[in-house]
DNA sequence: TAGATTGTTAATCGATTAACAATC
DNA sequence: TAGATTGTTAATCGATTAACAATC
């Protein structure tokens, strides 16, 4: 299995939301020229792309939807089930937490972990849990406090949600318990290290691309 | 004023999340060498970057962190005060208007907007508004149904946090009301026309990347 | 076969890097 | 002046594009 361009790499998540919507339409066949159209590139880069993931085409005919989102689901490892704990129990946890973005990717939530005391609506008998309005966490998720992490068992993907002057510590707590991965939804800026692979989310820096484009007016 | 390349600009909101906190701490100087370690990126970029927004070093001390600060958060148009509506009582929604990465950013949410008649328990009287657990609006901010987008007077900033499945609607909604820019939120790709500006935040395709480099072992 | 569409190539473009002269 | 650190350059690297031969 060759190694894929960064870049490449960097683009199949686009084209994994992409195929997932077709496939619900049950789309069958898609030409690199109509997929260029959806996930908005050049049908010429679409080519390339799914060229370096290995020989998924067909000419004359196009790609197979499923065989093209099974392939790339599998490169990123949506299949691997990875587990999540999440750290903190801010609206932005839960709302992770609750919703479908993680689910759709294989990712499970096993608990939210909260640092301060918050005066939560869980209703630890039902199932689904409903902490508040909207937010009703999976089944078998867990909200405990953070000094309970030791008995939670994953150790796959640490979602570090938490208020960004928690960030530098919980980080630490994260690393020290052997979380292979960090995705970081806080503002600050962590570095991975051999043991723990950290992705910054940078969620408000899109934002702020948007608002240069209105600042500037020039910009594509 | 020349115009910058496209990877800088890209940049530039992770030059303002640091130098942030470095002002938060009394920093008042600092060199290409140290601001490289902070967001993660080499010196010799750094200061390539940097120049490429005038002459804001000195050479044989380095940077003043207001000016950078300042010079950063002007070209980004943080300080243009834009408006933001937001589309969607959904969690992640309510988990924006209520936190702090918009305000941080000089974006000021007027309305928050739902679709479906949710149970949302909102104390109208009370200010700060209380949504629920931890979701405390900002005054000045309303909640209202889709329908009465009319009453809404911002017309800046449109963020789709609604579900995916109503996104085309609300975002020729969005697109036909004049909305300047849109932070798309959901999952599918948007494209933006000569009127109106779309970001797609595409926030779940981080986790995706981080996925991959738990999956595939060597990345990085 | 004719038409469609891929996979691949060569050319271009833009981004990154390392080194160092300029300068405070 | 000596030390530190920038701004800039040339060289490298990687990504994108357009064109077309290969092939279904």
Known sequence: MKQLPRAVIGRLPR??????????????????????GLVGLSASQ??????????????????????LYAEIASRLGAGDNFEAVIFGATPLGLALASGPLLSRRGVSVTAV???KEVRTI????????????????????????????ESVKSRDIAILACDDEEAPE????????????????????????ASTRVI???LGDSLMILCFGLHSGDWE
């Open 122 to 149: 869980v209703c630890e008998g039902e199932s689904p849990k409903t902490v508040c309005e909207g937010v009703v966490l999976p089944d078998g998720c867990r909200v405990l406090p953070v000094s309970e992490l």
């Open 170 to 193: 919980l980080y630490r707590l994260v690393a020290d318990h052997g979380f292979r991965g960090v995705w970081n939804l806080t503002e600050l800026e962590l570095r991975g290290s």
């Open 15 to 36: 084209y994994f939301r992409c195929l997932r919507i077709l496939i619900n339409n049950e789309v069958l066949r898609i030409s690199s020229d109509e997929l260029a």
């Open 46 to 67: 679409v080519r390339g792309d799914l060229a370096a993931l290995g020989d998924l085409g067909q000419q004359g005919y196009g790609y197979s939807v499923k065989t």
């Open 113 to 115: 972990l909260y640092t």
């Open 200 to 202: 910054n989310a940078r």
